[in-house]
Each structure stands twice: as structure tokens, then as C-alpha cells.
């Protein structure tokens, strides 16, 4: 018997439900997302082998902030976009934001150095500004329109 994919309730169910990020240090990771782009914290709570983790949460979308004790920074060097994607493995946080102007100036006045800023990128038809957190993991955020909107659907900014 055949089953109809659309009452699949295996990968067809398939959604994100959390980002999760490796620090250094808990306390300043919980700070520097709560401080710098306004995360909540849900709860804090050990997990096994003595790991610690922090869930976050903002606007429906979850972090889970990890420390493992004795942590290990395999990426002394960290890149520049778009330099940081040579290195294979999970590259960066992005996020949409309405106005990328406002969210520069939010984010400076907090003291985050802006690496790029409101950089127009015409292959996604909006601009991006990227900056790092405090253990130097790439964050970004791209700034929502429909151009942005169409590439997500079909790989192209025109309609």
C-alpha cells in the first residue's frame, strides 16, 4: 500500500527547530546574545558529560548556547566573508532584519564592529552586514525584500 506524501509524518515533517553554537564562555555567550541582538534566555541547565547549555530564544527562532568544559577553537583564524567560506562546516548565524541601516546603528552603538556594513550583494539583490560574536563565530543579517524573498524561492533576484 502506497502511502500520500502529504500525510507523511516522517521527513516531510522535517522543520528547523534550533540553532545550536559551542562557546568558550557560557556567562559572556548568554550576555553577548541577550545585550547585542535582544535573545531571551529560557532556561540554563547541565547536560551530560558536564555540559552546560543556555537555550535563547528571539522572535520564534531558539539558539542553544553549548559549553563543553575545557572547549577547543579549531578555527584560530578566522576569515573575512566572503573568505570564511573556504573552510568546510556551518559558516555563519544569518537573519532577516527590515532595515539594515537602523540595525547598523543599533548594533554600533552597542559596540559591535561592523565587518561589512549594509554591503549591497547584487547575486542576492539586498544588503548584508556581517560581525562577529564574542568567540569570533560569523553573524549576519540580510536585509528583507523581495528581492531577497524571490532568490530564496528560485535561486534568481529578478521576478
Excluded: C
Aim: charged content about 20%; glycine content about 6%; aromatic content about 10%.
Amino acid at each position: 500500500m502506497t502511502q500520500n506524501l502529504s500525510q507523511s509524518k516522517g521527513i516531510e515533517s522535517l522543520q528547523l527547530v534550533n540553532v545550536a553554537v559551542s562557546v568558550m564562555n557560557l556567562d559572556e555567550a548568554i550576555a553577548w546574545y541577550s545585550d547585542k541582538l535582544g535573545f531571551i534566555l529560557n532556561y540554563r541547565t547541565a547536560a551530560i558529560e558536564g555540559i552546560e547549555l543556555a537555550l535563547m530564544e528571539k522572535n520564534g527562532l531558539y539558539i542553544d548556547l553549548i559549553h563543553y568544559p575545557e572547549p577547543i577553537n579549531l578555527e584560530p583564524e578566522r576569515k573575512n566573508p566572503p573568505f570564511h567560506l573556504q573552510i568546510a562546516g556551518l559558516r555563519n548565524l544569518v537573519f532577516f532584519v527590515d532595515d539594515s541601516a537602523a540595525a547598523d546603528a543599533e548594533l554600533k552603538a552597542k559596540g559591535v564592529e561592523l565587518m561589512w556594513e549594509s554591503n549591497f550583494l547584487p547575486h542576492l539583490g539586498t544588503k548584508v552586514t556581517a560581525f562577529q560574536d564574542m568567540d569570533g563565530n560569523l553573524v549576519a543579517y540580510w536585509e528583507k525584500n523581495e528581492q531577497i524573498l524571490n532568490y530564496l524561492r528560485t535561486g534568481r533576484t529578478q521576478s
